[in-house]
């Protein structure tokens, strides 16, 4: 009889590892699949903006004319 309770820890593992999958499966489909970026294209595109600017891709007056056009300044 001893000899069959010890799958009990496992059935308590098993359950545990089971909500924290429910839980996990809806926290990232909230946030969206590819970590819940925030901020949309618009800020992506700042990003990269941004970037092109610290490389000296494009100039200041360049960056900033950009930047109004994406924030919709313009």
């Known amino acids: 009889m001893l000899a069959d309770a010890g799958w009990w820890p496992g059935f308590g593992l098993l359950w545990i590892v ?3 999958g429910v839980v996990a499966f809806f926290f990232w489909r909230r946030r969206g699949w ?7 294209p618009s800020a992506s595109g700042e990003a990269v903006l941004g970037e092109r600017y610290a490389r000296g891709e ?17």
Do not use: A, M, Q, S
């Not at 590819?34 to 949309?40: D, L, M, P, S």
């Not at 494009?58 to 313009?74: F, M, P, Q, S």
């Open 34 to 40: 590819r970590g819940g970026r925030r901020g949309g």
């Open 18 to 20: 089971l909500v924290w």
């Open 58 to 74: 494009i100039t200041e007056d360049e960056y900033r004319e950009r930047l109004g056009v994406l924030k919709g300044g313009r």
